[in-house]
């Protein structure tokens, strides 16, 4: 289903976008308390380490609790709802335009649609344009799951408002530039992975065996997305950092706070002082946050998609006329 196959095209582009909305909205939910570890880890200054009396957060147990503690349990869905714009918005920009790219390359080029490469740079492509299109959502969503006790923003209209007025309309965009250097291979490697595994299990599993087809595509997944995410993490922690540039009051809870003045700046400043293992805080959560988002992503994409395809088959419109 994921990407233009000539031999069984039944879903139209329309069609993929309200199946990766669709996609999205349930998979936001489930994995948002990982989001926000994740978020909570990479924007610490102090070392992950209960070695460290500074430090806020040790590891995901203890944040787990402590969070739980301070904060409640609806902490863990802070920025739920800018998450879910940022989710359906992202889905549906995403499929929609990596059926459309599959399908032109098949229209105009003598690539194969179905080839693993052109999954990478179609992936690639598609991802960029739906981060482009959602991004000031992500930057949103970024800063209410960082704030701490008292909240800065109390709702997602005072926040718009408040960072449209004290830091002007390029801040919802802070972050963009290593989010797009980021997103391109790791979401081209993500439609890359889950294509050759695609492809694999079709030579491990026998055709007939339809039963075990959503768990294959579950499996495919979570390794495309954890593989995906382990090669591109660091250039996600530095975007987060930049997203809450300009936040720092609200970050002062939570430890020590910097200002950086842009991409290279921020990887500098990580290097001198937090040392190589800066770029891969918040690793863990993150990997446990791909595997299950990736893999349910695909697994409620395909599985719409399935449902789609059903509701227009000969047989179901016999039943409808009839």
């Avoid at 095209?9 to 308390?33: H, I, K, N, Q, Y």
């Avoid at 972050?175 to 797009?180: C, D, Q, V, W």
Wanted: hydrophobic share 45%.
């Amino acid at each position: 289903m994921v990407g233009y196959d000539p031999e069984a095209r039944c879903v139209s582009t329309v069609e993929a976008a309200a199946a990766g909305s669709a996609s999205g909205l349930v998979t936001r939910v489930l994995v948002s308390p990982l989001d926000v570890l994740k978020i909570r880890f990479q924007l610490q200054i102090e070392q992950l380490s209960s070695r460290n009396p500074a430090a806020k957060y040790h590891g995901i147990l203890q944040a787990v609790q402590r969070i739980f503690r301070e904060e409640g349990l609806t902490a863990f869905w802070k920025g739920h709802v800018p998450a879910q714009f940022l989710s359906v918005g992202f889905g549906a920009v995403q499929f929609m335009t990596f059926e459309s790219l599959t399908e032109l390359v098949h229209d105009v080029t003598s690539f194969k649609a179905r080839d693993s490469f052109v999954h990478l740079v179609c992936g690639g492509l598609a991802a960029c344009t739906a981060t482009v299109a959602v991004h000031p959502v992500d930057t949103l969503r970024t800063r209410f799951a960082a704030q701490g006790e008292p909240k800065i923003y109390p709702n997602l209209r005072h926040a718009v408002v408040t960072m449209y007025q004290t830091e002007g309309p390029r801040t919802f965009y802070r972050g963009l530039t290593p989010t797009l250097v980021a997103i391109f291979p790791y979401a081209g490697l993500q439609f890359f992975f889950y294509n050759i595994l695609q492809q694999f299990s079709k030579w491990v599993i026998p055709a007939e065996a339809k039963n075990g087809a959503s768990v294959k595509n579950l499996v495919c997944g979570s390794c495309a997305g954890v593989v995906s995410k382990s090669l591109t993490y660091p250039l996600d922690v530095v975007k987060k950092r930049l997203q809450v540039g300009g936040f720092e009051h609200a970050r002062a809870a939570f430890g020590q706070v910097r200002t950086y003045g842009g991409l290279l700046d921020c990887m500098r400043q990580i290097m001198r002082e937090e040392g190589p293992g800066g770029f891969f805080k918040g690793l863990s959560p993150s990997l446990l946050k791909a595997a299950f988002s990736s893999g349910l992503i695909f697994f409620w994409y395909e599985l719409f998609c399935g449902l789609l395809c059903a509701l227009k088959s000969p047989e179901n419109m016999k039943r409808k006329e009839g």
